[in-house]
């Protein structure tokens, strides 16, 4: 397993960008396909954006397809979500996730590391 925490959030207004860090401890983390997902109040958490291990394959939920970019960096064992464009329907609790072993897959529960969140709040 590995440790995630997350970093970035924070109050933006709409139309602008912030960029969130998810930073991983553990030897076998570029082994992991990463994920980020979000929880909105109210709402369930969702699917944002997931890389594979090595950072070659890439896939996007169509609400932030062409807005967002997820990259990591298997050397400095982190994760990154650039978010630009930003729409209030973007304020969430976003959080960086590890994959289970041997899965491509975009649900929450083949999602087995979680950190503990980055509040992003986008005004109007």
């Known amino acids: 397993q590995v440790q995630l925490v997350e970093s970035g959030g924070g109050l933006v207004q709409a139309g602008g960008s912030l960029r969130l860090s998810c930073a991983a401890s553990?030897?076998?983390?570029?082994?992991?396909?990463m994920g980020w997902f979000r929880q909105a109040p109210g709402k369930e958490r969702e699917f944002v954006a997931r890389?594979?291990?090595?950072?070659?394959?890439?896939y996007y939920a169509d609400s932030v397809k062409g807005r967002f970019a997820i990259s990591r960096d298997n050397a400095k064992n982190m994760v990154y979500l650039q978010m630009n464009s930003l729409k209030p329907e973007d304020t969430a609790v976003y959080y960086c996730?590890?994959?289970?072993?041997?899965?491509?897959?975009?649900?929450?529960?083949?999602?087995?590391?979680w950190g503990q969140g980055t509040q992003v709040t986008v005004s109007s």
């Open positions: 553990g030897r076998t983390f570029s082994s992991y396909a």
């Open positions: 890389i594979n291990w090595s950072g070659g394959s890439t």
């Open positions: 996730a590890a994959q289970f072993p041997d899965l491509i897959s975009t649900m929450d529960l083949d999602f087995g590391s």
